[in-house]
Nanobody
């Protein structure tokens, strides 16, 4: 069983930056597609950024040019660097992993972190 633990969230002013980390247990992390999702109050969970086991990163349009997803397989960790944050980025952020091929749909992910709050003040 894989466990995912997020860290790095918090409160930041608009225009600021945060870096989220998600560390996974298990020995096969490098084979997992990893993604970040977020869910704001009263809204559906939405895809933010994702990275296949050996592929290119994918981003939702609203974060392109501001967010960067990366992974360090030696540390079993995936990161989400968030720059130029906006109040509309406020949400609980979740990392998710799957051994299936990368997709933007949350239904295909087998493993989820507990979620971490990101709040951007105006």
């Amino acid at each position: 069983q894989v466990q995912l633990v997020e860290s790095g969230g918090g409160l930041v002013q608009a225009g600021g930056s945060l870096r989220l980390s998600c560390t996974a247990s298990g020995r096969t992390f490098s084979t997992y597609a990893m993604s970040w999702f977020r869910q704001a109050p009263g809204k559906e969970r939405e895809f933010v950024a994702g990275l296949g086991s050996g592929g290119s990163p994918y981003y939702r349009d609203s974060v392109k040019g501001r967010f960067t997803i990366s992974r360090d397989n030696a540390k079993n960790t995936v990161y989400l660097q968030m720059n130029s944050l906006k109040p509309e980025d406020t949400a609980v952020y979740y990392c998710a992993g799957t051994q299936r091929s990368f997709r933007v749909y949350p239904e295909i992910y087998d493993y989820w972190g507990q979620g971490i709050q990101v709040t951007v003040s105006s």
